[in-house]
C-alpha cells in the first residue's frame, strides 16, 4: 500500500514539475538617467522603498560604481 502511494507520489510531482512553466516574474530592467543635482542618495530615496543607505550600496553593486561620484546623462539600472 505504502509503495504505490509513493509511486502515485512521485508521478504526481513529475506531472506538476513537467507543466510548470519559468517565471520572468523579476521584470523587466528599469533604468534611470542621472539629472543635474541628483546624488545617489535621492535616487535611493526616490526609486527604493527601504533604507536608503541600503539603496545607495545596491544601486552602486547593480551599476558597478566604484565612488558615489555619478554625472548628469548617465543611466543606472535600478535595483
Known sequence: MFGKLLI???VAALAVGYAARG???????????VRPGDTLWSIATRTYAGDPRQGVWLLQ???HLGTATISPGKKLVLP
Open 61 to 63: 553593486q547593480r551599476n
Open 8 to 10: 502515485l507520489f512521485c
Open 23 to 33: 517565471s520572468s516574474g523579476a521584470g523587466p530592467k528599469q533604468t534611470y538617467v
